[in-house]
């Protein structure tokens, strides 16, 4: 059975930092995309960034580019999302989530999700 349990969210001022952390119980993990998405009051969960476990690639929404990082710990099986000069409009829970094959940018493409951490920037 897969799990994920993100941590490290939080509130921090504008121009700050966090990392967050996804702890990711699969036996397989090798074989897998994993996801970070994001969704704010009253919108729509969107796409953050990825990294294929196997090769290392990432993608990045454009909103995120330069300002967030994705990586993993093979040892730990565990993915991070550092991000750096956070802005108010940063503001959401955070989702990490694990995905067998397919696009990555799609909520509908991931089978499984962690219960999301809140991250909160004020100005």
């Known amino acids: 059975q897969v799990q994920l349990v993100e941590s490290g969210g939080g509130l921090v001022q504008s121009g700050g930092s966090l990392r967050l952390s996804c702890a990711a119980s699969i036996r397989t993990i090798s074989n897998y995309n994993m996801g970070w998405f994001r969704q704010a009051p009253g919108k729509e969960r969107e796409f953050v960034a990825a990294?294929?476990?196997?090769?290392?690639?990432?993608n990045y929404a454009d909103s995120v580019k330069g300002r967030f990082t994705i990586s993993r710990a093979n040892a730990k099986n565990t993915v991070y999302l550092q991000m750096n000069s956070l802005k108010p409009e940063d503001t959401a829970v955070y989702y990490c989530?694990?995905?067998?094959?397919?696009?990555?940018?799609?909520?509908?493409?991931?089978?499984?999700w962690g219960q999301g951490t809140q991250v909160t920037v004020s100005s």
């Open positions: 990294i294929n476990w196997s090769t290392g690639s990432t």
């Open positions: 989530a694990a995905q067998f094959g397919g696009s990555v940018y799609f909520t509908g493409g991931y089978a499984h």
